[in-house]
């Protein structure tokens, strides 16, 4: 609420005050009181209202001339129904009794002025504000929360610009189209106040603000816009309050999007060995209906991890949603490709990089996913909660995914992360052992890397007399194996063991903090080794071509073919799979990414990224 100031009033002289509409002045007629004098009553001009209260409140009733006792506790407001034409043109007269002496008066002049600070608070979007409310002062979520939201200005108006627009001191029009030159800078992390001198009469002034900063661990994403009126007719004292009001703001969190959205737009690398899986990817976005983006060999300089460079997310408020990349801190081949090829009009980059301490995988983004919306318990969660790895348990030789990341991730508050446990992998990333898809009841299904399933599919086409079916039949270079080596190989069972065991522990989590149950959850076969890293710690990497590790473009599913044994001319790792999700209602592909991705330790989702629509239920609907 808006807070004017206090009116003293004294017998020997006029009193001359500023009252703003709106707002109740406390009017102190108990202090200067006359001596002996034991009761009031106060006249005033019709445009103000003058009220007396009993403090504790007993009743409250407007007064004309009625007489009231010179009692402390009861407390005299005034409060104008109209601005005033002229100074001083309201009046107030404060006529005091007493019992033995003469009615002694006391005169109020007042000027009533309207001033009223309005931003959007209802969340309209439109452009035609109404007056501003009482209550502006205080943010608060949900449908019927209240209180504006601000958009981080992070995107590239100008493409000759070094700079993100948050960075210049340059504002566009509303149009975005050319620079006016009648803005400026007034108010900034530089600048805390402004002074603005206001002529007589009706006046209106429009103030643009601008996001600079993300919500953050040292910056809750609160923003208080305070106006402020001053009484400056005593030049040689300092300037007094007689007025203040605030509207809160709050920036608009950057949040991500999952494999359920739809998706707009497919994004990989153009390599000097890819072409062929660039030509599979490139029949698999048409089907989708999805544009497709290369980045060339020369942009690239052979980095085809697409994934691991950038997270696509967006920002919005009531009147606008943006697309913005968040750039990872891996920083290799890639590293330019999201300032150079999306930053720009209408699309938007954030970036957060460790002040200290050293990157590693798990600062890459095939590490951090995000669940489609889900229900736990009573606690719903509208936009799905972001999923990361982490070590899970401390020890001289654990990895975490950096801290800043962390921090930046959890002050979003719209999609609280859910801490998974990935450490066990040699590169990793949540990504290598679980994905999304879309289906028509619940809305998704979780698919989870299965050793289990793989062992037992297996042994179903051992029984059938299909032991001798070999495992990458047509892959040059590589051994072939066929079922009954894979079942009888002891150490690759305890490798197995132990990737199920971990996988276990990530199925429990993600059960109790997505609130899924075993219906939910789609087993997808696979297996996996261990291999000594150079700290001389065991790590897991797939046997063969990891299929959880794909791209789901709507009901199309780019999977890695995984070249499992052929039976009856067919791969049964794949049938496998097309039983498990074709009945969803969703279509397989399988790509070739063995020799580009597979031997290098990533898959078909490692090696893209995706633009997807923005979730239609809006943020500031939600209770974090």
Known sequence: MAQGTVIHVAPEQPTYAVCVLGTDTHLDVYSSAPQDCTSFGINASPGVVVDVTHSPPTKKNSTGSSKWPLDPGLEVSLRMTAASCSTGDQKVQISYYGPKTKPVQALLYITGVEISLNADITRSGKNKLTKARKDQRTWTWGPRGQGAILLVNCDKDNHKSSAMDCADDKVLNQEGKKYSSEYKVILGPQQPSHLLDVPGGQHSTDFYMEGLAFPDASFPGLISLTISLLDTSKPEFPKALVFQDSVAFRVAPWIMTPNTQPAREVYVCSTSANEDFVTSLSALAKKAKCKLTICPLEENMEDQWMQDEIEIGYIQAPHKTLPVVFDSPRNRGLKEFPIKHLLGPDFGYVTRGPETGDITSLDSFGNLEVSPPVTVGKK????????????????????????????????????????????????????????????????????????????????????????????????????????????????????????????????????????????????????????????????????????????????????????????????????KVRSLLEPLGLHCTFIDDFHTYHLWHGEVHCGTNVRREPFSFKWWHMVP
């Open 380 to 575: 719903k969660y509208p936009l799905g909660r972001i999923l990361i790895g982490n070590s899970s348990f401390p020890s001289t030789k654990s990895q975490e995914m950096h801290q800043a990341l962390q921090d930046f991730l959890t002050a979003q508050q719209v999609q609280a992360p859910v801490r998974l446990y990935s450490d066990w992998l040699s590169v990793g990333h949540v990504d290598e052992f679980l994905s999304f898809v879309p289906v028509h009841d619940k809305g998704f299904r979780l698919l989870l890397a299965s050793p289990r399933s793989c062992y037992k599919l297996f042994q179903e086409q051992l029984k059938e007399g299909h032991g001798e079916a070999l495992l990458f039949k047509g892959i040059k270079k590589t051994k072939r194996l066929n079922i009954k080596d894979i079942l009888s190989n002891k150490k690759l069972r305890e490798h197995n063991s132990y990737v199920e065991s971990c996988i276990d522990w990530n199925r429990e989590m993600l059960k109790r903090e997505l609130g899924l149950t075993e219906r939910d959850i789609v087993d997808i076969p696979q297996l996996f080794k261990l291999h000594s890293n150079t700290s001389g710690t065991l790590k897991a990497e797939a046997f063969f071509p990891n299929m959880v590790n794909m791209l789901v473009l709507g009901k199309h599913l780019g999977i890695p073919k995984p070249f499992g044994p052929i039976v009856n001319g067919r791969c049964c790792l794949e049938e």
